[in-house]
């Protein structure tokens, strides 16, 4: 017994040692960004490497805020997360309006052909989006929308089946008790749906918005494709346009700028890390 | 109660119809027009043209198809396991019953949050070639052993590797749902293991493993759909492929084909083949693991 005791001691000493030596490693290159991020330009291209900055040029980031005109073709940051912004909300709000009600659908309601669409709608993860691009893209440009951000938003009011499924594996632990009263006592699907379902859901929605805003903010395929006009681009446009045009000189405004992009999403990481770890747990047990 | 189930049918297509309208628009409409075109010369500025195989046989004679389709598959059996082992190790280390869990398993998912963009030029300058901080790191210890660090960038021989190393940092996504599934192994298994007086190897290998076989191949699978389609993070570190082509992957010969050259029909019988390869090498998965997947309760 006291052997067992000391070998559990060990263990735990060999793992703790471990989770902090691979911590360290999986941080560096986060902590490498802002040293980077804080130093004159000279200091980034010191050897041997000058690790902490001689000052802290925190007005780095305000420089690299500022950066760009119209004249270079590269506009401020700001007018790039204004875009960002823009078409992640036009696309969260459809995700989560479009997918709530289909999955109700697939969850709560009965009807023919039901269980074989919802088979399709999940093979339809399998789908790689390079097969499907030249005749979207062929669409579009039909319907004249090239250089807008209408082929980057108005699909995602169409439902997608991740978040259906999601949605639905969340939908179906509701009691079915709760919304056969309701029914019994003549309200409609859409008041069951509005005043019971989607209110003890605010989880799960949260979820399918979080992961909805995180594809959007990430997006770079779908810009590259649609996107024309430099004043239209997104942050990870921007970002891109600005490092193949500067690659290579500044690299303390490009880490700047870097981080500047990573940050919102980690900040709202930090605020939603339990929905988060439910969501990813939900998608990788459930399927 | 008949009529009650008509008035439910009928709920039940209008709320799925945001759907059923999206899936017929944006997926099978796209999915059967990519079979026409990839039979076709078209350029989207003029109308598809009737060419029957002809883009097919031309990319059976294509060195830079094969040159991509062979960068893709090498990089995906380099990075599949990689990645595969890194999560399950992290993941049984995040298991451990240790204090401040929580804070080690912030530390290893943040990476995986990292917007593509943001990652590719991140490590551009953690692997640059004059001033990149990772070799001088590396250096003393190889040093030791009459080595340097390699020219991560620059030589085509390290530059698969260098994304192989940016995928497994990033591999945060895979650790959680890896642990979802740790957690779900009952107990009494394990205990019952340490009964029979197996060692900490024996009760993974014979216990552990199997209880997660589900949640490994469902990674497995959702990691060779992603892999076969990687784009941004080569497109942005490597243009046109750099060094030597070693970096030019299927779906950037495909967007390549696409938008650079307007190679519209060329790119739909790109397309249709990862198509194949991809449910050919799932279907493949889910065949072959047949007999060492184990769901509980069944």
Not at chain 1, 51 to 59: A, E, N, Q, T, V
Not at chain 2, 111 to 114: A, F, N, Y
Not at chain 2, 259 to 263: A, V
């Given at each position: 017994m006291k052997s067992q005791h000391k070998e559990n001691t060990l263990q735990k000493f060999l793992v703790q040692t471990a989770l902090v030596v691979l911590s360290i490693v999986f941080l560096f290159p986060f902590a490498w960004m802002i040293l980077t991020a804080l130093k004159p330009l000279d200091e980034t291209m010191t050897m041997p490497i000058k690790?902490?900055?001689?000052?802290?040029?925190?007005?780095n980031f305000l420089d690299a805020i500022k950066y760009g005109h119209e004249s270079v073709g590269y506009y401020p940051f700001l007018v790039y997360a204004r875009n960002s912004l823009v078409l992640c909300a036009l696309i969260v709000s459809g995700t989560v309006a479009s997918n709530s009600i289909v999955a109700y659908s697939f969850s709560r309601l009965r009807w023919p052909g039901r269980d074989l669409a919802f088979g399709i709608t999940l093979a339809t993860m399998m789908v790689p989006f390079p097969v499907l691009m030249v005749p979207t893209f062929a669409l579009f440009r039909h319907l004249d929308w090239i250089g807008t951000y209408r082929p980057l938003?108005?699909?995602?009011?169409?439902?997608?089946a991740f978040s259906i499924f999601l949605l639905r594996q969340f939908f179906r632990t509701i009691p079915f008790e709760l919304t056969e009263a309701a029914k019994i006592d003549g309200a409609s699907e859409w008041r069951i749906f509005r005043t019971i379902v989607l209110p003890l859901s605010k989880a799960a929605l949260a979820v399918v918005a979080l992961f909805s805003f995180m594809g959007a903010w990430n997006d770079f395929l779908g810009p590259l494709i649609y996107l024309l006009d430099q004043k239209t681009f997104t942050l990870s446009l921007g970002l891109q346009f600005y490092q193949s045009q500067n690659g290579g000189t500044s690299w303390n405004l490009l880490m700047a700028a870097s981080a500047m992009v990573i940050a919102p999403v980690i900040i709202l990481f930090f605020f939603t890390q339990r929905l988060f770890i439910q969501g990813i747990a939900i998608t990788g047990l459930k399927g | 109660m008949k009529k009650i189930g008509r008035r439910e049918a009928w709920a039940g297509y209008i709320f799925a119809s945001p759907w059923l309208i999206g899936f017929f628009v944006f997926m099978a409409y796209p999915l059967v027009a990519s079979i026409y075109f990839s039979f076709c010369d078209y350029s989207v500025l003029k109308p598809p043209v009737w060419v029957g195989l002809d883009n097919y046989k031309a990319l059976v004679n294509d060195d830079l198809f094969w040159t991509a389709l062979k960068n893709t598959l090498l990089y995906a059996i380099l990075a599949l396991p990689a990645g595969m082992a890194t999560a399950i190790i992290l993941a049984m280390l995040l298991n451990a019953?240790?204090?401040?869990m929580a804070v080690y398993r912030t530390f290893f998912f943040i990476?995986?949050?990292?917007p593509q963009v943001s990652l590719a030029i991140l490590w551009m300058w953690v692997l640059n070639g004059e001033h990149g901080v990772l070799n001088p790191i590396l250096n003393p210890i190889l040093n030791k052993i009459h080595l340097t660090g390699p020219n991560w960038m620059g030589d085509p021989n390290w530059s698969k590797p260098a994304l192989v190393i940016m995928s497994v940092w990033g591999v945060g996504n895979a650790v959680l749902i890896y642990l979802a599934g740790l957690q779900d192994v009952p107990t009494q298994l394990i205990e019952a293991a340490e009964l029979d007086g197996a060692n900490s190897w024996q009760k993974t290998r014979n216990v552990t493993i199997p209880m997660i076989s589900p949640v490994i191949l469902f990674n497995l699978i959702m990691g060779i759909i992603g892999t076969l389609q990687v784009f941004t993070v080569p497109y942005i570190m490597f243009p046109n492929g750099a060094p030597a082509r070693s970096t030019y992957f299927y779906a950037v010969y495909l967007y390549d084909n696409a938008?650079?050259?307007?190679?519209m029909g060329y790119a739909s019988a790109m397309g249709w083949i990862m198509f194949v390869m991809i449910l050919v090498l799932t279907l493949g998965s889910l065949r072959l693991t047949e007999k060492h997947v184990h769901y509980q309760g069944s």
């Open positions: 690790w902490i900055p001689s000052k802290f040029l925190w007005g938003w108005v699909p995602a009011w169409f439902g997608s | 019953k240790i204090k401040g990476p995986s949050l990292v938008f650079r050259y307007h190679k």
